[in-house]
């Protein structure tokens, strides 16, 4: 039990090593000022899974946990300085980006499952995990938010958080197993719907919005 | 009073149904994919109510409730079904933004009068779950938000509320003859104010806030 | 004790106008109707504290206090009859800006310090508190966030909370004085930034971000 809860440890620091290294990435693309960028690294680390706790009910997980301030505080830092020989922004930015939201992802949906909700309230609280904090990111930058673009996003989040799920309640796999195979499903499925162009069908209506 | 109850209930699932579609359609419009469209249907339909809740402190309303999640899902998909034949985005998004915004607008004044606030409180709290759905969805999809335009919106949904509060406190009439009239009231103003271009008198500075 | 609480509700209600007003001036500017412009004060002046409060899980502040509802309608008011002869409105709404910046961050230090948290979370719903407000007026109104601008804003904040933080602690001089002068000292830092174009050095990344 112990060696499980180190190793949703292990998972929430790492999803905010990523979160934190894509907001800051972000926000110095975009020319803020340190404690901008600071700013920005924190809301995208820690804005999905505020909104869920709150939902949720339960304590905002950083507020009595000096670690996940500390951890986004000492990233931002490394990505200042590591910026100084890193022009690559749009790779770095993708698979961090990437990694936030398979890691983050599964820990929504994690939490959803410890407060027996049903499982289609644990695939809307994993997804908001995940999406939330980038979402916010990019809305406070005004870049245009990852959702909209052709990157299979959201729905790299909700089909990884469903085959989580079905294997967490239905198949004998060990959780640690099932955790780490699913981030990297969902990291994998956007990483190759970039890379081939995968594309789901959308609709095509008349963009006439900015006239209504 | 279970009559009362199963009244409210409907007019919860009709306001639902009413942003899900609306938001579905506004999705669509700006070709995201099917996932994208189901988040920000779910937004636009939840967003409002969560933000109400989390401010009174009681369960979110959709967290214990699969009728809720489930009629923004099949509200989805059939919006989508719906759409091949359907090409008047416009007036379709508007009559089901204005029914929700009456719809739901009477809910979050009756959860603050449920919790005994202040009357300006429970005016608040409707125009919070009135707006704030649709606000996040324009927010989300990069629109020009809708309290922007010239549309008579926040107004309509404080108008309607001031009345829906004074009838309630002070008349004698049928609660659910209240709410109806006071939910349609508020679509016709919305919907009337359009047909006439009418107009509240609004501040005429220059606008230079972009070189600010 | 009394005259500590006396002198915190003046803060609390003193950044409540400062924030009002900085709103309605901003929506007027955008050439909303009252009704919007009220939406807008409303949103400026409470959303930075209800975030905080919702974080703290605490009850939030203006639900069960019709002070500050009272304060925001009132000033709001009076900020639209004021209008028909300021046309200054960048130097108004920058004054007011800085003032509620200042003031809000005190506060909300100040209920992390009652809830004995960290004081890096102290500086954190401080810095929260103080900006999340103006954020939402910027991403409601579509203007460019306040943060992305050349003026030294989040900065300000930051540095202003931590000298707070460390005189409450560290220092005899009395409370009253330490809040007083830091909110000043916020001001200041901010207002000399921009009369002398002080800048913290920013990051020079390509920004293609809108192409990614």
Not at 71 to 100: A, N, P, Q, Y
Not at 167 to 186: C, D, H
Not at 187 to 206: D, L, M, N, Q, S
Request: charged content about 15%; overall charge neutral; proline content about 2%.
């Amino acid at each position: 039990m112990e060696v499980q809860q180190n190793f949703s440890l292990a998972i929430e620091i790492l999803g905010t090593i990523a979160f934190a290294m894509s907001g800051s990435f972000a926000a110095m693309q975009k020319r803020l000022d340190p404690f901008g960028v600071l700013i920005i690294a924190f809301v995208t680390s820690v804005g999905g899974g505020t909104i869920r706790d709150l939902i949720l009910d339960v304590p905002v997980f950083w507020m009595h946990d000096m670690v996940i301030c500390s951890v986004i505080f000492i990233t931002t830092i490394v990505s200042m300085i590591f910026k100084s020989v890193e022009k690559k922004f749009k790779v770095t930015l993708f698979i961090f980006d990437s990694f936030g939201l398979g890691l983050f992802t599964i820990i929504g949906i994690q939490k959803g499952i410890n407060a027996d909700l049903h499982p289609l309230i644990c695939i809307t609280l994993g997804t908001i995990t995940g999406c939330f904090g980038g979402i916010s990111r990019d809305i406070l930058l005004n870049r245009i938010p990852l959702i909209f673009r052709k990157e299979i996003y959201a729905t790299a989040c909700i089909i990884g958080g469903t085959i989580f799920l079905g294997l967490v309640k239905y198949s004998t796999l060990s959780y640690a197993f099932v955790q780490v195979s699913t981030i990297l499903l969902i990291v994998a499925i956007r990483t190759f719907a970039v890379k081939y162009h995968w594309e789901i069908p959308k609709f095509y209506g008349v963009d006439n919005s900015s006239e209504m």
